[in-house]
């Protein structure tokens, strides 16, 4: 992909705040405070240091009310690898993971790694059970839901996390959640995780992600709660590709954990603005005339999809937004949204722009729309 300088970035999955003043003070005490470094420089237990699970626990079934009876946490270099490790245990060559669309690229990559065989389902951005029902088969072990979206913005409802979560536990399958965007809801649907259903830990994973609500993407730090069954497959992959979770990592996430939501919510409520800001100027560009639509309103994570109609397919559109006016967007294609009937999808991602500077990009990408129309 060719690059232009002063491209500004509607593209990228991440917020522009770092971490907690108390993440960079816990590293600082735990290099100055422990001269001999022993409990940093040796080998911890491959599932994470005892301190940060107890906080995992304390946010999983404190926070986000999961019955997590039956369940085994850990904790991973990051929710992908988390994903990654997953697929290594739960699939052979050839078996299917169901994956609503659009999908979160990265689990496509990690399942065909496993030697998976990832099926896409065009459920709706709400994704409706008896579709993926539908798409069952002998060869499938899990279905997948990320809420908040990404790339939708969606929340899907609690109730609709219920009904596949009792489809995977019917059909004895796996119900993959991934929750890396929890903290993210702006608008009136709840987080409803599926792990809150009793009973839920035997078929349940849930991912769980510092990188977004911390600021700390490039920390690689994360936690899963998986069914007790599949510790041990997954300590051979953590043992494998870790050994242990980085330990000056942890000591970080557990003074982010510490911090919590009174930390998190100031700050992610900053992006109700940048929300709304982008979809006024969206509205006010289809009032103009331009042939865009929001597929949703988003309500959670920090990303909208936008259709275009147009004749190129995303990718091209994508090039040319950069290349000739300096706006980057992810095409739709990459969460397996195909060009439909004239119509591609961008996805747009506000996290990281501050108003001003959100702004100007989205001057920049509606012109640009103007101009490839025109
Ligand atoms: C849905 C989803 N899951 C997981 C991740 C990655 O999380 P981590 O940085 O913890 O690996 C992302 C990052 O964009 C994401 O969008």
Known sequence: MRRRADTISLAQGMVNWGPPAAVHEAVRTALIAEPSLA???????MEGDPELLEAVREELEGHHRLDLDGSALLVTAGSNMAFHAIAQVILDPGDEVILPVPWYFNHVMAIQIAGGVPVPVDAGL????????????????AIVTVSPANPSGVVVPGSI????????????????????????????????PPGTLPGSAAHTITLHSLSKAYGMAGWRIGYAAV???????????QDTVLICPPRL???????????????????????AERRQLLVDRIEAAQSSGLAITLPTIPDGAFYVLLACETSLGADALMEQL????GVATLPGEAFGLVPHQGR????????MLEPPQLGE????LILGLQQLAA
């Open 361 to 364: 990009a989205l001057d920049r």
């Open 39 to 45: 409990s940093l420089n040796r080998y911890g237990p």
């Open 161 to 192: 996390l219920a009904a596949i979560n009792h489809l995977c536990a019917d059909r004895g399958l796996f119900h993959i959640s991934d929750e890396a965007y929890a903290a993210f809801i702006h608008g009136q649907v709840p987080h409803q």
């Open 126 to 141: 709400v994704p409706d059970p008896e579709a993926l029902a539908a798409a069952i088969t002998p060869r499938t072990r």
């Open 344 to 351: 591609s999808m961008l996805r747009l991602s506000y996290g």
């Open 249 to 271: 990592t942890q000591r970080a996430a557990l003074a982010a954990l510490t911090a919590g939501s009174a930390w998190t919510v100031p700050r992610i409520a900053t992006l």
């Open 227 to 237: 069914p007790r069954q599949l510790l041990a497959g997954l300590a051979q992959v």
């Open 322 to 325: 950069i290349l000739d006016h």
